[in-house]
């Protein structure tokens, strides 16, 4: 991952296609993760938009 970019990571534990859904994890990144939704299912999610939402606030700039 690179300095100048913040990346957030939102998964899914209940994900079978990404298996081991912890390969969602990524080091330095913002990490969330979801419990009881498909891997489809995060599209759709009512907890998810705000999330993706969030993490384009500050327009890609790092904040760390």
Do not use: F, K, M, W
């Not at 100048?4 to 859904?21: C, E, F, K, L």
């Not at 969602?24 to 999610?45: K, P, Y």
């Amino acid at each position: 991952t690179s300095a100048a970019i913040q990346y957030t990571s939102i998964y899914s534990s209940a994900d079978t296609v990404i298996n081991p859904y912890t390969s969602s994890i990524i080091e330095g990144a913002e990490n969330i993760e979801i419990s009881g939704v498909s891997h489809s299912g995060l599209l759709t999610d009512s907890t998810v938009r705000p999330l993706i939402l969030d993490g384009l606030e500050d327009g890609g700039q790092n904040t760390n």
